[in-house]
């Protein structure tokens, strides 16, 4: 691939995530100062933004959003690390949750820990209920199940960073030279490993707290309503009938975005001064309260992330359940019903097919800019062009996708499946990118000189070996493509205009007060579509490379 | 008499490392420890300073000054350890690392005077506030030396000290690390590939044996 070539790849990507996401950003940003012409606003105003303000749960939802997403980034990074404290053999448990939808394990979630749900079935003889108690515990006003939710599909994302970051740092040398100097466990990790892991996850983190402060989904599921979370709010401000509000909306988007760059400048601050005191501390010399007995908390995020398998597997239970009366356990009869009722196929059918032809537009598309990285300057294409490319990644979906959605408008572009494949590509895209970056930069050069000099041309090169060699990323790629892409509810409620309904639309909307049988099979849907083609994935190359060692040696 | 390690063995699963080891290593003196790669001598070190492995198991008996290590916690037993890499610690100055071995005391001032002094011992005089990415290989060594010390061990343990340091600093070291560990009067066990170490330990010498 020569450099125009290269550069045409990149213009492609760009145009295809870059240009929507500013124009989208633009758009509202403009309309959240009283600019938009096509209703008539056209003079620059903050009138958006005091309309705004005076929502009457406008600040409530601004502090539960700060409270839910700040507790949830917090306790993800705590039970992270224990988890990696205690060493491997977590990945049973933890790589399911990974693949599995926030709304699923939201879903499930709520099944299992409602006054009605399986936790109170089996507290009942023991607490002597004879009716589900009348308690907030789905939905309640301080936040908690859904920082649950949150935690429990947040912990496994930052487990898998903090393993690769700890990789890169000797921490079985740096824990016995801390405890031959004296220092307990604790200690150890607080003053030595701690200040020098956390800047190699300073990133993850914050997208985790991104996430956290602007999630839609599964805040609409486990969520308080009287005052929802901040991105709720906007959300309903958005879908609501009343075009007056579009404006205030807008200010919302921007709103939100300055609350994440807020909140991460706060938990810069705070790594700040956990840096400072560490340092301090470690020039003390102390040694005291080694034995602080911390074994109680160590099962407590392998329970908490079993609850949310637990929950999934309810949501499957569920689907099959003729009847099942409180407080019995189990169902009393099992039926096919809810999937015989059929009207589930649809909206499977338009997931899949937006699934599929993303992933098919996609996976070429990260493996040409791939390439093309290999054949443009390093100063140009690492530092300025990928990062660029994952911005979707980072922003909050609800700053800019109803300005994309009234950009597509604008070019006549009207609401159907072709545009919402779009918008899930602005996040599929990027993510199938950044799964293939790492292992093709693993990938041997030392082979492909070798067939440079057999006279196999960049192309030759392309096709005969980076393909075959990526073989496996590859299809780890397209499985995770496939699950972001599965749970994509804003992009699809937004540029779908409220016309293109998918199983996790459905499934959103069903939460509350449903049939929970009919819920059950969306949930099922969700939770096992992405497992499923993460076992294709995984079983792909062990097939294809059934006879190449050395290919099998790669799996790890 | 100070270190005293008697019919030692360590064994993964059913396949015992080497043959029982006994060993009497006296105040102030250096130990060597040789034996082919692979045989376990690294092990028999975490094993002393109570790092071993779940999958490795010990049986035997080790005291020091008389008293029991195996029920002791690693951090509370006293003993001292020096690797190949001196590990400074990247995000901690020069001076906060041997800050961090020292033991507490209420006097700031003291504190930051005994540190100056290990530094100047080391010849790393006027280098507290140094990135320690900075120094010389030789000049970390030291620096890992006197930041073990600093600590107070009653034992030291040493694995492959010497072998990251060129011909002529290896020369220089051995007799900065001998000299200390015969002024602080501690026991040391050093294991080593160079006959060159074991003879300037002067010291009693095991060659560990395949079972």
């Not at chain 2, 034992?155 to 010497?162: G, I, K, Q, R």
Request: proline fraction near 7%; include cysteine.
């Amino acid at each position: 691939m020569g450099r125009g070539a290269s550069i045409g790849v990149f213009s492609a990507a760009a145009a295809l995530v870059l240009v929507p996401i500013i124009a989208g950003f633009a758009i509202g940003l403009a309309a959240s100062l009283g600019v938009f012409p096509a209703i008539g606003a056209d003079h620059l105003t903050f009138a958006p933004y005091h309309r705004l303000m005076a929502v009457p749960e406008f600040w409530g939802a601004l502090g539960l959003s700060l409270q839910t997403g700040g507790v949830a980034t917090a306790l993800s990074l705590l039970f992270a690390l224990i988890f990696v404290t205690q060493g491997g053999g977590e990945s049973r448990i933890l790589a399911p949750l990974l693949a599995i939808p926030h709304a699923a394990i939201a879903l499930g979630l709520a099944f299992l820990i409602a006054p009605s749900g399986w936790i109170m079935r089996a507290l009942a003889p023991l607490l002597g209920f004879h009716r589900p108690p009348d308690l907030a515990l789905v939905n309640d006003p301080a936040g908690f199940a859904l920082i649950l939710g949150l935690v429990i599909k947040e912990t496994p994302f930052l487990v898998i960073a903090i393993a690769s970051a700890m990789a890169q740092l000797p921490v079985t040398r740096t824990r016995q030279i801390g405890a031959s100097l004296g220092y307990g466990t604790l200690r150890i990790w607080a003053l030595l490993i701690l200040p020098q892991l956390y800047p190699l996850i300073r990133m993850p983190v914050m997208v985790v707290l991104a996430y956290g402060l602007s999630v839609v989904d599964m805040a609409l599921i486990l969520g308080p309503n009287a005052p929802p979370t901040f991105a709720v709010l906007i959300t309903r401000l958005f879908i609501a009938p009343d075009l007056t509000l579009l404006l205030p909306a807008f200010a919302g988007a921007m709103v939100q975005i300055a609350l994440i760059a807020l909140a991460c400048l706060g938990l810069w601050l705070c790594e700040r001064g956990f840096m400072r005191l560490a340092k301090a501390e470690a020039r003390m010399g102390r040694r005291g309260g080694t034995r602080i007995p911390l074994s109680w908390i160590r099962p407590l995020p392998r329970g908490i992330m079993g609850l949310g398998l637990i929950g999934v597997a309810g949501l499957l239970l569920w689907s099959i359940t003729w009847r099942w009366v409180w407080p019995d356990v189990f169902p009393q009869s099992l039926s096919l019903g809810a999937w015989q009722g059929g009207d589930w196929r649809a909206p499977l059918q338009t997931s899949l097919k937006i699934a599929v032809i993303s992933l098919i537009i996609a996976t070429p598309l990260a493996l040409l800019t791939l390439e093309a990285v290999d054949h443009l300057p390093n100063k140009l294409a690492k530092p300025i062009l990928l990062p660029l490319i994952y911005t979707p990644l980072v922003m909050p979906q609800i700053g800019f996708l109803y300005g994309v959605n009234l950009a597509a408008l604008k070019l006549g572009i009207t609401a159907g499946v072709a545009p919402v494949i779009w918008a899930h590509l602005l996040f599929v895209y990027p993510y199938i990118l950044l799964m293939l970056h790492d292992p093709w930069r693993a990938m041997d050069r030392r082979v492909l000189k070798m067939a440079a000099a057999l006279g196999a041309g960049p192309w030759r090169q392309f096709f005969a070996l980076k393909l075959p060699l990526m073989l496996r990323a590859i299809m780890v790629a397209i499985a995770v493509g496939f699950a972001v892409s599965i749970a994509q509810y804003l992009p699809t409620l937004f540029i779908g205009g409220g016309r293109v309904t998918t199983i996790t639309t459905e499934a959103v909307t069903l939460a509350s007060g449903g049939d929970r049988r009919i819920t059950g099979v969306y949930g099922s849907l969700q939770a096992t579509l992405p497992l499923l083609v993460y076992l294709i994935a995984f079983l792909t190359p062990r097939y294809v490379w059934r006879n190449r060692r050395a290919m099998q040696a790669r799996v790890t | 008499m100070s270190l005293k390690i008697t019919e030692l063995s360590l064994s993964i699963g059913d396949r015992r490392l080497f043959q029982p080891l006994s060993l009497i290593v006296a105040r102030g003196e250096v130990a060597t420890i040789m034996g082919p790669s692979g045989i376990g001598k690294s092990t028999l070190l975490t094993a002393i300073a109570g790092h071993l492995d779940p999958s490795v198991t010990a049986t035997g008996h080790m005291t020091l000054e008389g008293q029991d290590l195996a029920p002791l916690a690693p951090e509370t037993r006293g003993v001292g350890m020096i690797f190949q890499d001196p590990c400074l610690f990247p995000h901690l100055s020069l001076g906060n690392n041997l800050a961090f071995g020292l033991r507490p005391s209420a006097d700031r001032a003291a504190r930051r005077a005994g540190i100056e002094a290990a530094l100047e011992t080391a010849g790393l005089a006027g280098l507290y506030e140094a990135d320690p990415d900075t120094l010389s290989g030789g000049q970390k060594s030291r620096a890992s030396l006197m930041r073990s010390l600093l600590a107070e061990p009653r034992a030291l343990l040493m694995d492959e000290p010497f072998s990251a340091l060129d011909m002529e600093l290896r020369e220089e070291m051995r007799r900065f690390v001998f000299a200390h560990i015969r002024a602080r009067n501690i026991p040391a066990v050093m294991v080593t590939h160079d006959p060159a170490d074991a003879e300037a330990a002067n010291g009693p010498c095991c060659q560990l044996q395949r079972d």
